[in-house]
T-cell receptor, first 108, second 114 residues
Framework: QQPVQSPQAVILREGEDAVINCSSS?????VHWYRQKHGEAPVFLMI?????EQKGHDKISASFNEKKQQSSLYLTASQLSYSGTYFC?????????FGQGTILTVHP | ETGVTQSPTHLIKTRGQQVTLRCSSQ?????VSWYQQALGQGPQFIFQ???????GRGNFPPRFSGLQFPNYSSELNVNALELDDSALYLC?????????????FGDGTRLSIL
């Protein structure tokens, strides 16, 4: 069963912040985050493993709460280059299952 | 370092035909996974190959089959094509078939079924 992402779409102005959530009905061992721009391949952002860790990459960070079976992606001071579709992927029973995606649009 | 490359980039087939898609993994990666991405959806896992053996399969019928070669490149074969097979097919490689390994995606093959 695929993880559920929310919201489905977000529209921001440059410099604003956003949070994208990912939840699963199954126990999670790891969560992957990817960004895909229109007509391009998904690009790896980060992986979070069990332990409630938080990771960061520039102004994009994420948290993982395995008890709640949830992960959140935090985008701060958004830039135009952040526009795209964000996917979380959950690793269950040896395969990576992706959510339906969250479309993020950043306007000047 | 050469990234993941896929061929062809676009393909048009008719119902009932067969198709072979190809993928070269990133240097140093021995694991290749294939995904189907319908328009507006997330990638769906088809199967994974590790050291030339199938190492996991998603909910796809047997007419979806694959191969991995000694150089770790891979093929996805689809028989008896159906209209619903129209999608972007993505190949991703990783150093190992483990949950802590990032997937490095190719640009995909856009398959259209008429």
């Amino acid at each position: 069963q695929q993880p559920v992402q929310s919201p489905q779409a977000v529209i921001l102005r440059e410099g604003e912040d956003a949070v994208i959530n990912c939840s699963s009905s199954k126990a999670l061992y790891s969560v992957h985050w990817y960004r895909q721009k229109h007509g391009e391949a998904p690009v790896f952002l980060m992986i979070l493993l069990k332990g409630g860790e938080q990771k960061g990459h520039d102004k994009i960070s994420a948290s993982f709460n395995e008890k709640k079976q949830q992960s959140s992606l935090y985008l701060t001071a958004s830039q135009l280059s952040y526009s795209g579709t964000y996917f979380c992927g959950t690793w269950v029973y040896g395969k990576l299952t992706f959510g339906q995606g969250t479309i993020l649009t950043v306007h000047p | 370092e050469t990234g993941v490359t896929q061929s062809p980039t676009h393909l048009i087939k008719t119902r009932g035909q067969q198709v072979t898609l190809r993928c070269s993994s990133q240097s140093g990666h021995n694991t290749v996974s294939w995904y189907q991405q319908a328009l507006g959806q997330g990638p769906q896992f088809i199967f994974q190959y590790y050291r030339e053996e199938e190492n996991g399969r998603g909910n796809f019928p047997p007419r979806f089959s694959g191969l991995q070669f000694p150089n770790y490149s891979s093929e996805l074969n689809v028989n008896a094509l159906e209209l619903d097979d129209s999608a972007l097919y993505l190949c991703a490689s990783s150093p190992l078939p483990a949950q802590n390994q990032p997937q490095h995606f190719g640009d995909g093959t856009r398959l259209s079924i008429l």
